[in-house]
């Protein structure tokens, strides 16, 4: 069974970035696929982007080009998210979660509110 | 980017009876491997989502067996064969075969 915990809450200035941790116990961590998703108020669900740690390369949503980093550090089971360039429209609660579309279990991070405010 | 369209947005309900959510696909979901992606999510209101459904009609682990999905190629739909409060929240189906994963924008059920 899979736990994932991520970091708390965040607020930064437009243009600065946000780096958000979600630490994973439980199951075989390099082998799960992790995404990241974002939900801003009131609206839904958007894939930004996940990695599969055993490979390394992280596969990112086209509209994040540029801003978007995603690493894994497996000797501490942790998933990163890197967004730069912040803008107002940014503001979200982001999730980190496994296999959202593999034949597996899914797990979901408790979820990070990124506020983007002058 | 495939868009995800669902039908009804907003789906009021009464207890015990049954619900039906309508996803389409702007292309086909059917993959090279020959699986169909698609997948659906519950998210109860304060809680993050979780799975339901995967791969058009597979429950997912402790998913009740009143949560079925069918469908096939660009019409999909989830129905609740009797519909509990504890369902009350909101329906997404997600298409995994084309990058990016996209969402549809949600089905918000609740009980009249």
């Known amino acids: 069974q899979v736990h994932l915990v991520q970091s708390g809450a965040e607020v930064q200035k437009p243009g600065s970035s946000v780096r958000v941790s979600c630490k994973a116990s439980?199951?075989?961590?390099?082998?799960?696929?992790f995404s990241w998703l974002r939900q801003t108020p009131g609206q839904g669900l958007e894939w930004i982007g996940g990695?599969?740690?055993?490979?390394?390369?992280?596969k990112n949503s086209h509209k994040f080009q540029g801003r978007l980093t995603i690493s894994a550090d497996e000797s501490t089971t942790t998933v990163f998210m890197e967004l730069s360039g912040l803008r107002s429209e940014d503001t979200a609660v982001y999730f980190c979660?496994?296999?959202?579309?593999?034949?597996?279990?899914?797990?979901w991070g408790q979820g990070t509110l990124v506020t983007v405010s002058s | 980017d495939v868009v995800m369209t669902q039908s009804p947005l907003s789906l009021p309900v009464t207890l015990g009876q049954p619900a039906s959510i309508s996803c389409r696909s702007s292309?086909?979901?059917?993959?090279?491997?020959?699986?169909?992606?698609l997948n659906w999510f519950q998210q109860r209101p304060g809680q993050s989502p979780r799975r339901l459904i995967y791969?058009?009609?597979n429950r997912d682990s402790g998913v009740p067996d009143r949560f079925s999905g069918s469908g096939s190629g660009t019409d999909f739909t989830l129905k609740i064969s009797r519909v509990e409060a504890e369902d009350v929240g909101i329906y997404y189906c997600?298409?995994?075969?084309?990058?990016?994963?996209?969402f549809g924008p949600g089905t918000k059920v609740d009980i009249k």
């Open positions: 979660a496994t296999d959202i579309n593999r034949p597996v279990t899914d797990h």
């Open positions: 439980g199951g075989t961590f390099s082998t799960h696929t």
């Open positions: 990695i599969v740690p055993v490979f390394g390369a992280a």
């Open positions: 292309q086909s979901l059917v993959d090279t491997d020959g699986k169909t992606y």
């Open positions: 791969q058009v009609s």
């Open positions: 997600m298409q995994g075969t084309h990058w990016p994963l996209t």
